[in-house]
């Protein structure tokens, strides 16, 4: 295990690393910069500004340069407001975060949950009706679910309101953002507890007289959550990075409206910072599902 985990840590800091270059280089080849706008700078200006943030010197320097602030935990500061690229990332990761945490055990626990009954009820109404359900919310686009939810509660019952403060008015992002996940992950429940519940080890079980509850949960469940767990790991990094469209329905500053407005505007340094903070996030997570299914199923070799 400490042999794997060492060798996942080396590969996640080059991967790190080639996710840097990639970014950094196919960004600067893009036509126009960070202070072309519809309102023209004097010369003097504009060189002083790129002076200011090394876009003067060339490419292979300016991204020596980056990596060299990067290992002091330097991500620069915003070409058009100003402020630490540091700071504004974990303050809007905050509130994505917030969202996404929901939305991610609301998913899980719901999807595991109408999973089980689907693959206990197999082909009966409960079955049926939870496949239909399922298959309704993965081909529901989130921003058309969005909208539906906020035009008929939000609109017409005046049940929520479309966003403040309030704690209850995290409900309706939260459903919005993980109703296509909670479906897929309903599929995959049912359809890896059907394949357990045909497995010698569970008829052995029966045949021995263990009551039902612990061949479903000791040995049905357990070995049914390894092919969820798979799904659930990306899926929690890209659920916590943000979603820009539930995000911009809601009117939620998070980090995904972040990422896309620094893109907008060429801000080259925020581009950077973002999206090695996000690469961060997904090399980590994934790394911890491996390690959970060696938790889950010791029987899992990590080579």
């Known amino acids: ?51 200011r943030f090394n876009l003067d010197k060339p490419l292979p320097e300016q ?11 330097d991500f620069g500061v915003s070409t058009k407001t100003g402020r630490d690229i540091k700071t504004t990332i974990f303050s809007s990761f905050a509130v994505s975060a917030k969202l996404g945490g929901m939305a991610v055990i609301v998913a899980v626990i719901f999807g595991i949950i109408l999973g089980c009954i689907a693959a206990l009820n197999r082909n009966k109404l409960a079955d049926r009706l939870i496949i239909f359900l399922s298959t309704l919310f993965t081909s529901l ?13 939000s609109t017409k019952l005046n049940l929520f309101q479309a966003w403040s403060a ?29 394949d357990a519940l045909g497995q010698d080890y569970v008829r052995t079980a029966r045949a021995k007289g263990v009551v039902q509850w612990k061949v479903i949960f000791k040995h049905t469940l357990r070995n049914a959550l390894i092919p969820v767990i798979t799904y659930v790991g990306p899926l929690t990094a890209s659920i916590l990075t ?23 505007n060429r801000d080259y340094p925020m581009i950077m910072g973002t999206t090695i903070f996000l690469a961060t996030l997904m090399i980590t997570v994934n790394l911890l599902t491996d390690i959970v299914y060696k938790i889950v199923d010791p029987r899992i070799k990590l080579d």
């Open 242 to 264: 943000g979603s820009l469209v539930i995000e911009s329905i809601f009117s939620i500053g998070g980090l995904g409206s972040k990422f896309v407005s620094c893109i907008t």
């Open 141 to 153: 686009p989130s921003f058309v679910f969005g909208t539906l939810l906020l035009l008929i509660f």
């Open 63 to 73: 991204f020596v340069l980056y990596l060299n602030n990067l290992l002091h935990g």
């Open 166 to 194: 309030d704690e209850t008015n995290y409900v309706l992002p939260v459903i919005a953002l993980s109703a296509s996940p909670m479906a897929y992950i309903t599929r995959l429940t049912k359809t890896s507890m059907l």
């Open 1 to 51: 295990m400490a042999k794997y985990i060492t060798k996942r840590v080396f590969l996640a800091i080059a991967t790190l690393f080639i996710v840097c270059g990639i970014t950094f280089f196919a960004m600067n080849a893009i036509p126009g910069g960070p202070f072309d706008g519809e309102k023209a700078i004097s010369p003097e200006v504009r060189r002083v500004l790129e002076e």
